[in-house]
T-cell receptor, first 114, second 111 residues
Framework: DAEITQSPRHKITETGRQVTLACHQTWNHNNMFWYRQDLGHGLRLIHY???????NKGEVSDGYSVSRSNTEDLPLTLESAASSQTSVYFCASSESRDGHNIQYFGAGTRLSVL | QKEVEQNSGPLSVPEGAIASLNCTYSDRGSQSFFWYRQYSGKSPELIMS????GDKEDGRFTAQLNKASQYVSLLIRDSQPSDSATYLC???????????FGSGTKLNVKP
């Protein structure tokens, strides 16, 4: 079955280290998204991509970067991890169906920055 | 900034009752509306979508949309303890293909 997978599921790192979270989807969706979810803030958009070589900043992009070299993958990199980036990170992809976009989520990565 | 507002709850209902979850949105250009269910420690799961004014029913779930009032709701009939979760409202503007989420309403269904 087609799906969207995130790895690792859990990660503990230290302040200042570079961290990359992987997202891989087999639906062949052009549109992919990264969110973070924190108590009291809901889902906040970090970066998104509408296709290969396309990346865009979301509302909380500072300290994060993404690259899109193929349709299947959108890795999220924390250049220098900070304690404020401790969060749960969700990757999502969307498809267009009957003129509407529908979004599906991966299982999430729980990141702790110590 | 496009906003989606939900009452954070918790909303407590007894088993078998109707749970009513509400959501308002700020952007009149929004065209697609969704309800996601999120169990604690899990990812959001799409349970309902609605695109036109009125009601849409799927099993025990009914989504209601009123674009004039910029209001969307989710009714859960015959609520079960397994419905206890956080429900996220999301809206989408097709032209920009970005999704805006509310912060979620926590539902507790008591046996």
């Amino acid at each position: 079955d087609a799906e969207i997978t995130q790895s690792p599921r859990h990660k503990i790192t230290e302040t200042g280290r570079q961290v990359t979270l992987a997202c891989h989807q087999t639906w062949n969706h052009n549109n992919m998204f990264w969110y973070r979810q924190d108590l009291g803030h809901g889902l906040r958009l970090i970066h998104y991509s509408y296709g290969v070589q396309d990346t865009n900043k979301g509302e909380v992009s500072d300290g994060y970067s993404v690259s899109r070299s193929n349709t299947e993958d959108l890795p999220l990199t924390l250049e220098s991890a900070a304690s404020s980036q401790t969060s749960v990170y969700f990757c999502a992809s969307s498809e267009s169906r009957d003129g509407h976009n529908i979004q599906y989520f991966g299982a999430g990565t729980r990141l702790s920055v110590l | 900034q496009k906003e989606v507002e939900q009452n954070s709850g918790p909303l407590s209902v007894p088993e078998g009752a109707i749970a009513s979850l509400n959501c308002t949105y700020s952007d009149r250009g929004s065209q697609s509306f969704f309800w996601y269910r999120q169990y604690s420690g899990k990812s959001p799961e799409l349970i309902m979508s609605i695109y036109s004014n009125g009601d849409k029913e799927d099993g025990r779930f009914t989504a209601q949309l009123n674009k004039a009032s910029q209001y969307v709701s989710l009714l859960i009939r015959d609520s079960q303890p397994s419905d206890s979760a956080t429900y996220l409202c999301a809206v989408n503007d097709y032209g920009f293909n970005k999704f805006y989420f509310g912060s979620g309403t926590k539902l507790n269904v008591k046996p």
